[in-house]
Antibody, heavy 120, light 111 residues
């Protein structure tokens, strides 16, 4: 069974930085595009960023462009999300998820999430 | 404000069928057969139950079915069970300004 484990969340002041990690197991990680999706407390799901496996193209929601960077290390089966200039509205549970190839970003495996809290 | 529009709530009695709608635009739902549906229990990660409008991942009961017409997709849950009480989210390959759009979610209550 595919397993995704996120880490790196925590409490950070506005303007601060965090780096989230997502380690994949029992998955040919390099063969799959991956995504980060967040969920603010009591709110719905919001796609944040995605990264292709082949050409490593990256995509971001407008609200994080220029502040967040998605990357991956296939040798470590790990997906990252570097977050800078954090704002209160970035407070959320951040999930990493695997894309079904060719599905138009249907996400079939999800981690349990890591909580990011931005507050002074 | 979510890019895709879902009703905030839906309900049905055990054994009944319930349909949840997901309305987008000609740039997202209407443009691609890339609509997905997720089920989420409180405190748990989302679970994919429908992708590419009508396809079910392995292990998802055929009580769950998807459909799309124009800019609106729908999820039907047939033969409602108490365990179907959860939040349901649609998503679509996005339009011009976003790769992936989610709906705001629908809380399904089994009466």
């Amino acid at each position: 069974e595919v397993h995704l484990l996120e880490s790196g969340g925590g409490l950070v002041q506005p303007g601060g930085s965090l780096r989230l990690s997502c380690v994949a197991s029992k998955l040919s990680f390099s063969n799959y595009a991956m995504a980060w999706v967040r969920q603010a407390p009591g709110k719905g799901l919001e796609w944040v960023a995605s990264m292709q496996n082949g050409d490593a193209s990256t995509y971001y929601i407008d609200s994080v462009k220029g502040r967040f960077t998605i990357s991956r290390d296939n040798s470590k089966n790990t997906l990252y999300l570097q977050m800078h200039s954090l704002r209160g509205e970035d407070t959320a549970l951040y999930y990493c998820a695997r894309d079904i190839p060719g599905s138009g970003w249907a996400l079939d495996y999800w981690g349990q999430g890591t909580l990011v809290s931005v507050s002074s | 404000q979510s890019a895709l529009t879902q009703p905030p709530s839906a309900s049905g009695s055990p054994g009944q069928s319930v349909t949840i709608s997901c309305t987008g635009t000609s740039s997202d739902v209407g443009a691609y057969n890339h609509v997905s549906w997720y089920q989420q229990y409180p405190g748990k990660a989302p679970r994919l139950i429908i992708y590419e409008v009508t396809r079910r991942p392995s292990g998802v009961p055929d009580r769950f079915s998807g459909f799309k017409s124009g800019n609106t997709a729908s999820l039907t849950v047939s033969g409602l069970l108490a365990e179907d009480e959860a939040d349901y989210y649609c998503s679509s390959h996005g339009g011009f300004d976003t790769l992936v759009a989610f709906g705001g979610g629908t809380r399904l209550t089994v009466l």
